[in-house]
C-alpha cells in the first residue's frame, strides 16, 4: 500500500495514482482483449484515455467538496487492477450472502447473478425460467456471442468519456449483469444482482457494469445488492435505459465491510412516461460515495428518488444525486434521509436542473438528517437550477437531533433511554424502508436499522 | 391586456438615475501599480502604517487570481484599464460646511432625493455623501458628537481617530480575504466611518449615499461600523450610477463589529445603472460585507434589495462568535433584462446558542438571472445552534432563470437546521382570484409581487421601504409595513 510511501503532495500523490492506474489498466486491456469483442476493447481503451485526460478529482472540485479524494488514491495504485484478484471464493461468498438474510440466501427461488470480487460465481446464480425474450446474464458470459442490443446499450450514456470514476470503470472493464426486458413484458419476480467484495485475503478492487434496459411498457423489479468483508475498492457503474412509459425499481443495497471503499454511479435516461422508483440504502463501507443520475429526457417522464444511509464510527457518506428535467410535464420526488453517529460524516448534495423546454415540471426534493452524536457531522446542499418560469419546484433540508419531548414521552410510558431512542430512530428511518416495494428486503432492512442501533448502543457502552 | 404585458411593462422601466454631473474632477491615469497605491495614499496625507497596509495587501492580491465559482458570466475585467481615483476639484482643504460643496454636488444629490442639505433634518437621516472616489459631504455631525457618536468619512476618521481605525480595520475582512477584497484594501479611496460608544443608542438613522459619477473609473470605498457595549444603530446605505455602455467596477468591503449586547442593523438598497435592456453597460458590483457578532447577546441583521448592477456578487455575512448572538439577513434580489445576480448569505455558528435567519426572495424577469448562494455553517462549539432559511423565487417570464445553491454544514447534534425554499410563477388561480375581487390586471400583479417581497420590505427603514417599493416596479397600496 501507498500508506507507507514517503509523503508527497497531494497533487503529485494524485497524478502518481493516475498514471499508475493507466498503466494497470492498458495492460488489463491487451490481457482481456482475446475473450472480448471489439466494441469491450475500443470501451477499456475510450475509457483508460478518458481517465488520463481527466485524472482523479481534485479537492476544489465542486462535486467532490465533501469526500476526500487524497483518501480514495491512496487505495487506487494498489487496487486498481480488478484482474489480478483470485476469483470463486465460494465459500466466503456464501457466508457473505447469508449476510443479506432472506433476500440472499442461495436456494431461493430468485434469479440472480452472483458476482466475487468482479466475477461471475456460476455455482450461486441462477438465470433459467424468466420470460421469453428476457435477458437476465452476466456480461462475461455474453462476450462470447455478444447480443446487438448489449453493444447498443454498453457505455451509451458516455458517462465514461466526462466522469473520472466511470471512465475508470470502462478502463477495467471485466464483467456485470445484462438485463434487458422487452416491449410490454411485465416481470412479477424481482432480479437480484450481488457484488461480493470478498477482502479477507487482502485488499481487492472490482469495477462492476450493470446495465440494465426495458422496453415499452416494460416492468421490472431489481436489486443491487453490495456485500462483502476486508478491505476493498468497489467501484460500480450501473447505466439504465427505460423506454417509453417502462417501470422500473431499482434497489441499491451496500452494506459492504467498513474496511470497503465504495464509489457508485448510477445514471439512468428515461423515454416518454417512463417511471423509475429508485432505493439507495447505505449501510456499511468506510468511505461510500453513491452518486445517481437521472436525466428526464421524455414527455412526461417521472423519477421518484428515496434514500437512506446509516453511518457511525469513521465512516463517511456522501450522496449525490442529479435530476435533469429536459422535457415538459416531468416529475422528480426526492427524499433522503440520514442517521448519523459516533464521528461519522454524511452529506447530501442534490441538484434539480430544469432546462428551458422543461415546462410544467414539478420537482420537489426533501432531505432530512439526524445527528445521534456531538461528533457526527452532516453537509447538505440541496441545489435547484431552473431555467423555465411555468415550474413547481421545491426543495427543503433540515437537521436535528431527537425530539426531547418524544424521548420523554416514551421514557414516561416506561422505555428504558436506549430504547426510546431506538423508537424513535427507527420511525426516523421507517419512512423510506416502507416504501422499498420487496417485502423480504424491507423486512431485512428492519433489521439492519435494529441491528444498526443495538451496535451504536453496545458501542456506546 | 394579458399578464404577460403587464409584466414586461412592469420590468422595463426605464433607470432614473442615469444622468451625469458635470463638475471638473481630478483622476488618477489608469492601471494599478505601487505607484498608484502610493500617490492615493498620499493624496488622503495617510499615516505610514495604512501606506504599508495597502502595499502589503496589494502585494498579497497580485498572487491571487479572480474567483470564478459564482454562476455569472463576463468577459475578463483589465485591472490595468481602471482609473483607481477620482474626485471632484474642491477647494483645497476640503469642504468645511454644506455651503461649501459644490452646488452641483449638492444640486446631483438633490435630483436623487437625497437630503444632504441640513433642512431635511424633518427626514431625520445623518448622510455621508461618497461621490467617486471621496466622501463630499456628511450632515448632522455635531448633534451626533453630542452623544458620543462619531460619524464621517473614511479619512477623516483616519485622521482625527487614527486609534480606533487601527484597531478594526481588516478585523472583520482582512486583507488577505478574498480577490475583491484585497484590491479594495490596496486602492479603497474613501467610506464612511461609524463608531456608536458604550451603552448609546444612535439617535437617528445614519445613511450612507454612493454616487459613481466619473467614466472608467472603479469605486472602492470602504464602510467601518462599530458598536461598543449595549450600543445601537441602523445605517442605510444607497447607491446610483449615470447610464454608461461600458462596465464599471465596483468593489466595496464593508466590516461591522458589534461587542456585548450591541446592535447593528446595516440597510442597503442598491439601485447601480443595471444596463439597457440588450445587457449594455452596467456595474460590476463584487462586493464583500461582513459583520462580527464578538460579544455576547449581540445581533446583526441586514437586509438588502438590489435591483441594480449588471452584475452583483455579494454575500453580505455574519460570524456569530459570541454566545446567544444574532445574526439575519433578508433580501429581494431582482434580475431583470441581462443582469445576473449571484447573492446570498453565509452564517457561520460559533458561540453558544447562535441563532440565525435567513429570509431570501429573488425576482427574475426579463433574460435575468438569479442565484441565491447561502452557507449555513454550524462549529462544533455551537451547541444548541439554530438555524432557518427560506429562499423563494418568482419567475416573471420565460427565458429567465432561479437557481439555488445552499450549503447546510453541521458539526453538532444540539444544532437545528432549517432549509426551504420554492420557486414558481405567479399562479393564474392568484391571478383570478384578485381578477374577481374587482382588481384590474396590473394592480393583481404589483399586488401579489409586493406581497412575495412584503417580509423583506417590511425589514427596512420606513424611508427605504419606499424607495424599495418604487424600485421594485410596483407602488405599495396602504401603509407600508
Redesign the interface.
Known amino acids: 500500500m501507498s500508506a507507507s510511501a514517503p509523503a508527497t503532495t497531494l497533487a503529485s500523490a494524485l497524478s502518481e495514482g493516475t498514471v499508475s492506474a493507466l498503466e494497470r489498466a492498458r495492460a488489463f486491456g491487451a490481457r482481456e482483449a482475446a475473450t472480448s469483442p471489439l466494441f469491450v476493447q475500443n470501451l477499456r481503451r475510450a475509457g483508460a484515455e478518458a481517465f488520463a485526460k481527466l485524472g482523479l478529482p481534485r479537492p476544489s472540485d465542486?462535486e467532490w467538496r465533501y469526500t476526500s479524494v487524497a483518501a480514495l488514491s491512496r487505495q487506487l495504485p494498489a487496487m486498481a487492477d480488478a484482474g489480478g484478484a483470485p476469483a470463486g471464493r465460494t465459500a466466503s461468498a456464501r457466508s457473505a450472502l447469508a449476510s443479506l438474510g432472506p433476500i440472499g440466501v442461495a436456494g431461493r427461488s430468485h434469479h440472480q447473478l452472483v458476482f466475487v470480487n468482479g466475477r461471475l460465481d456460476t455455482e450461486l446464480s441462477r438465470f433459467d425460467g424468466l420470460p421469453a425474450g428476457v435477458r437476465f446474464d452476466a456480461l462475461s458470459r455474453l462476450f462470447a456471442a455478444p447480443p446487438d442490443l448489449l453493444e447498443r446499450r454498453l457505455g451509451l450514456l458516455r458517462g465514461h468519456l466526462t466522469h473520472p470514476f466511470v471512465a475508470m470503470n470502462a478502463a477495467f472493464l471485466l464483467d456485470g449483469a445484462f438485463v434487458h426486458v422487452p416491449d410490454g413484458v411485465v416481470l412479477a419476480e424481482p432480479l437480484l444482482v450481488v457484488h461480493v467484495a470478498d477482502g479477507s485475503a487482502g485488499p481487492v478492487a472490482s469495477h462492476p457494469r450493470v446495465v440494465l434496459s426495458l422496453g415499452e411498457n416494460a416492468q421490472a423489479t431489481v436489486v443491487e445488492a453490495y456485500c462483502g468483508t476486508g478491505e476493498a475498492f468497489v467501484n460500480p457503474v450501473t447505466e439504465i435505459v427505460l423506454g417509453a412509459h417502462a417501470h422500473l425499481d431499482h434497489t441499491t443495497l451496500q452494506e459492504e465491510s467498513v474496511e470497503a471503499y465504495h464509489v457508485g454511479t448510477t445514471e439512468a435516461h428515461l423515454g416518454p412516461g417512463a417511471q423509475l422508483f429508485s432505493h439507495v440504502l447505505s449501510v456499511g463501507g468506510r468511505l461510500v460515495r453513491n452518486e445517481l443520475t437521472v436525466r428526464l429526457h421524455g414527455d412526461g417522464a417521472g423519477a421518484t428518488l428515496d434514500g437512506l444511509f446509516l453511518a457511525r464510527g469513521e465512516q463517511h457518506v456522501d450522496n449525490h444525486t442529479l435530476v435533469d428535467h429536459a422535457r415538459p410535464h416531468c416529475g422528480s420526488q426526492q427524499y433522503y434521509k440520514g442517521i448519523l453517529d459516533g464521528s461519522a460524516r454524511g452529506a447530501f448534495d442534490g441538484k434539480v436542473i430544469v432546462r428551458?423546454a422543461g415546462?410544467f415540471t414539478d420537482a420537489h426534493q426533501k432531505n432530512r438528517?439526524l445527528?445521534?452524536?456531538?461528533?457526527?457531522?452532516?453537509?447538505?446542499?440541496?441545489?435547484?437550477?431552473?431555467?423555465?418560469?411555468?415550474?413547481?419546484?421545491?426543495?427543503?433540508?433540515?437537521?436535528?437531533?431527537l425530539d426531547a419531548d418524544a424521548l420523554f414521552y416514551l421514557r414516561s410510558r416506561a422505555l428504558s433511554e436506549s430504547q426510546a431512542r431506538s423508537v424513535l430512530t427507527l420511525a426516523f428511518a421507517s419512512e423510506i424502508v416502507d416504501r422499498v416495494p420487496v417485502a423480504p428486503l424491507k423486512a431485512h432492512l428492519t433489521d439492519r436499522v435494529l441491528g444498526w442501533l443495538a451496535g451504536n448502543a453496545s458501542e456506546a457502552r | 391586456m394579458s399578464s404577460n404585458e403587464i409584466l414586461s411593462e412592469l420590468t422595463n422601466q426605464e433607470y432614473r438615475h442615469g444622468f451625469v454631473t458635470d463638475v471638473e474632477s481630478e483622476v488618477f491615469r489608469p492601471g494599478l501599480d505601487e505607484e498608484i497605491v502610493a500617490a492615493i495614499s498620499a493624496k488622503k496625507k495617510e499615516p505610514q502604517w495604512l501606506l504599508d497596509w495597502r502595499l502589503k495587501a496589494y502585494r498579497h492580491w497580485l498572487g491571487m487570481t479572480e474567483p470564478k465559482w459564482a454562476k455569472v458570466s463576463y468577459p475578463p475585467i483589465d485591472y490595468q484599464a481602471i482609473r483607481y481615483y477620482a474626485a471632484p476639484k474642491s477647494t483645497k482643504d476640503g469642504p468645511q460646511s454644506l455651503a461649501d460643496v459644490d452646488p452641483e454636488l449638492l444640486r446631483t444629490y438633490e435630483k436623487l432625493g437625497v437630503p444632504l442639505e441640513e433642512r431635511a433634518i424633518l427626514a431625520g437621516v445623518a448622510v455621508d455623501a461618497v461621490f467617486d472616489s471621496v466622501s463630499v459631504a456628511t450632515t448632522f455631525r455635531e448633534s451626533l458628537a453630542k452623544v458620543g457618536v462619531i460619524f464621517c468619512s473614511f479619512s477623516e476618521a483616519v485622521h482625527q481617530h487614527p486609534d480606533l481605525v487601527k484597531k478594526y480595520l481588516g478585523s472583520v475582512v482582512p486583507y488577505t480575504d478574498n480577490f475583491f477584497a484585497t484590491l479594495n484594501s490596496a486602492v479603497f479611496s474613501d467610506g464612511s466611518f461609524c463608531f456608536v460608544p458604550k451603552g448609546v443608542r444612535c439617535p437617528m438613522e445614519l445613511s450612507t449615499y454612493f454616487r459613481i459619477n466619473q467614466a472608467d473609473t472603479g469605486q472602492f470605498e470602504r464602510t467601518l461600523i462599530v458598536a461598543e457595549e449595549g450600543a445601537s444603530v441602523s445605517y442605510l446605505e444607497g447607491c446610483t450610477a449615470p447610464k454608461r455602455d461600458t462596465n464599471q467596477l465596483h468593489a466595496a468591503v464593508v466590516e461591522l463589529v458589534a461587542l456585548d449586547d450591541a446592535k447593528i442593523k446595516y440597510s442597503t438598497v442598491q439601485n447601480w445603472y443595471p444596463g439597457d435592456k440588450d445587457g449594455k453597460g452596467g456595474i460590476y458590483n463584487f462586493v464583500t460585507k461582513r459583520g462580527k457578532c464578538a460579544g455576547k447577546r449581540s445581533k446583526i441583521s441586514w437586509t438588502q434589495v438590489e435591483t441594480g448592477s449588471s452584475i452583483t456578487w455579494k454575500y453580505p455575512s455574519c460570524i456569530l462568535l459570541g454566545d446567544d448572538s444574532v445574526g439575519e439577513f433578508y433580501s429581494v434580489a431582482l434580475a431583470n433584462n441581462y443582469q445576473q445576480a449571484d447573492t446570498g448569505t453565509k452564517m457561520i455558528h460559533i458561540g453558544k446558542n447562535t441563532r440565525s435567519t435567513i429570509v431570501s426572495k429573488g425576482i427574475s424577469a426579463g433574460h435575468g438571472q438569479n442565484t441565491y448562494r447561502g452557507g449555513v455553517s454550524i462549529a462544533k462549539s455551537a451547541i444548541g445552534a439554530r438555524n432557518y432559511s427560506q429562499c423563494d423565487s418568482l419567475l416573471l417570464g420565460d427565458k429567465c432563470g432561479a437557481h439555488t445553491f445552499p450549503y447546510l454544514d453541521v458539526k453538532t447534534s444540539t444544532a437545528q437546521i432549517e432549509h426551504e425554499a420554492s420557486t414558481s410563477k405567479i399562479g393564474e388561480d392568484q391571478l383570478f382570484y384578485c381578477r374577481q375581487r374587482g382588481l384590474t390586471n396590473e394592480d393583481a400583479v404589483s399586488l401579489i409581487v409586493n406581497g412575495f417581497a412584503r417580509r423583506v420590505i417590511r425589514e427596512l427603514p420606513m424611508e427605504f421601504a419606499v424607495e424599495a417599493t418604487k424600485l421594485l416596479g410596483v407602488s405599495l397600496e396602504g401603509s407600508v409595513g
Open positions: 465542486e428551458p415546462a438528517n445527528l445521534l452524536s456531538d461528533t457526527a457531522r452532516i453537509d447538505a446542499k440541496p441545489q435547484l437550477e431552473i431555467y423555465n418560469n411555468d415550474v413547481k419546484c421545491t426543495h427543503g433540508s433540515a437537521t436535528g437531533r
